[in-house]
Every structure is written in structure tokens, then in C-alpha cells.
């Protein structure tokens, strides 16, 4: 499901943030992991984020747990004071870009630290996507062992897996379990 254009890669930024930090380790734990996750969004954020530094690693960690509040929240109204919490924190300021031919909005600070830009474009991403869709697009994984989470894009809201992964073993795992009923 396409939500928006501003909402595309920035929500798949925040997901795949969001789910960094695993049971079995922190995969953002250190400087060089960070550095390593934000290569792969480099065409979302250069020229417009500066190169994230060290200092920065804290506050990208509060902004995680910060995120994951966001999605696992069960209300509307409370999701939203935490995502207004969030752009403010990170200067998140509208503004109309034109580049790629066509005009659309950007929220994040020219010339930004790194963990402002994540912090702005990320909660916009997730804004949008609670103001166009709603809060049930919204998921926690419903695998047992797994807490990723996910933007349900189906057309009929019913994904409760975060990955085909966990979708097939908690498949195998019922399956098994009438197996031996």
C-alpha cells in the first residue's frame, strides 16, 4: 500500500529502527553499527544530515525506544502526544522540496545532525500514516519469541507477522500441535 509519497521509505526507515535492538543484541549497540544501518538510507539523508557522530548514539537509542512507543500504543490520542513529543524534539519543520520533478513536502532541518533528520523524518512517517490509515496499521509481531514490529499494508489490515519468517514457523508451530492432539 502506497500511503504517500513522504511516508514510503521514512516508515520502512522507522520499522527497520525500531528493530535494531533484538532479544539477542543491540545490532546499533556501537558506533560502527549505527554508521553501517544508516549506509543503507544514505540516499534518504545525504546533503541534507550530516555524517552521525558518536555522541549522537544515545539519543538515536531514546528515539528508538521513543518510536516503538509510538506503534505499540493502543490509543490514538497518546500516540499522537508521543509523536508531537518526537518531531519537536527533532526540529521537525514543514517545508516543500522540489527535486526528483516533482513537489512535496520534507519535515526534517537542512544541515541537520543525524540523529534530528532520523528523528524528524522517521515521526513524520509515522504521523502519516496514523492520520491517513489509523492506528491499526500499526503491529507488534505476533510470534512468540519476536517483538519486531510492522506497517500493515495489506488491503484488508490483517498481517500479524512481522516477516513470512515468523508468519511460517508460528504456522509449523500449530500445526504441530494439532499434530499431537
Known sequence: MDF???TDEPVDLAVALINTDQSDG???GEIGGLAHFLDEYRHMWEGVAKEVKPSELETI???RASLRGVIGCSDAKTASARV???LSE???QPRVSVHNGASHFHFEPLNSSMASWLG???AMGLATVMVES???RFGVCNAGDCRDVYVDASRNRSRRHCSTTCSTREAVSAYRRRQTV
Do not use: E, Q, V
Open 4 to 6: 504517500s509519497h513522504y
Open 26 to 28: 543491540d545490532a546499533i
Open 61 to 63: 537509542h531514546r528515539l
Open 84 to 86: 508531537n513529543t518526537i
Open 90 to 92: 527533532h526540529g521537525a
Open 120 to 122: 524528524a523524518t522517521t
Open 134 to 136: 489509523g492506528m491499526s
